[in-house]
């Protein structure tokens, strides 16, 4: 069965903290992506990763960055963590269209 | 102050009859189309797809049509069910790489 993990399912951090979220899936897939879903607002891309090391800007990368070490883990990162930032994070990979999502990170920024 | 957030657009159908979710999507030369689920706590699932070269596809008790004229899409449940309940989210790949733009999602609720 298809996984895709997300280290945490909930956080609450500080304005202006560094915040790390991970994700890790075991379907060896090629293509990884961060996501921040909002009400009303669907789900828009941050960042995605089609390899190792590689990485290119979605639709709203501003204050965010991220990293690909290694193929199966994608993290995300919040340089200085501000109060519009809390939402729903979802990660999702996939090799072709079809993306595998994993449950969510909800973030708080207070 | 406190924002207030957008609201989903909201389909109430009764246990047992069929639900019919739209969904208009953006660009002509999107070539594949993705139905996904998302209950409530969960990331989203995965229901149904179909490609730009057909207009019908069919699943277990659910079915999507693909209108490229007006660039529409739907997704039909057949005997909805309680287990049903949960926001839909259609998607479009333009193929030019692998990521989708996804709609903004509709909330399906079941009356017992």
């Known amino acids: 069965d298809v996984k895709v993990t997300q280290s945490s399912r909930y956080l609450v951090k500080r304005t202006g903290e560094k915040v790390f979220l991970e994700c890790v899936q075991d379907?060896?897939?090629?293509?990884m992506f961060w996501y921040r879903q909002d009400p009303g607002l669907g789900l828009r891309l941050i960042y995605f990763?089609?390899?190792?090391?590689?990485?290119e800007k979605g639709d709203i990368p501003e204050g965010y960055s991220v990293s690909r070490e290694k193929k199966e883990r994608f993290s995300l990162i919040l340089e200085s963590a501000s109060t519009n930032q809390t939402s729903m994070y979802l990660c999702?990979?996939?090799?072709?269209?079809?993306?595998?999502f994993g449950p969510g990170t909800r973030l708080t920024v207070t | 102050g406190e924002s207030v957030g957008l609201h989903l657009p909201t389909l109430s159908v009764q246990e047992g009859d069929n639900s019919i979710i739209n969904c208009a999507y953006s660009n002509s030369a999107s070539d594949y189309f993705i139905w996904y689920k998302q209950e409530s706590g969960k990331g989203p699932q995965f229901i149904i797809d179909?490609?730009?070269?057909?207009d019908k596809r069919q699943g277990q008790r659910v079915t999507v049509l693909l209108n490229k004229t007006v660039k529409h899409l739907s997704l039909q449940i057949a005997a909805t069910q309680p287990g049903d309940s949960a926001v839909y989210f259609c998607a479009e790949n333009m193929g030019s790489s692998y990521k989708l733009i996804f709609g903004s999602g509709t909330r399906l609720l079941v009356r017992p």
């Open positions: 999702a990979s996939s090799n072709f269209y079809e993306q595998y």
């Open positions: 990763s089609y390899d190792v090391k590689m990485k």
């Open positions: 379907m060896d897939h090629e293509n």
């Open positions: 179909i490609r730009s070269n057909m």
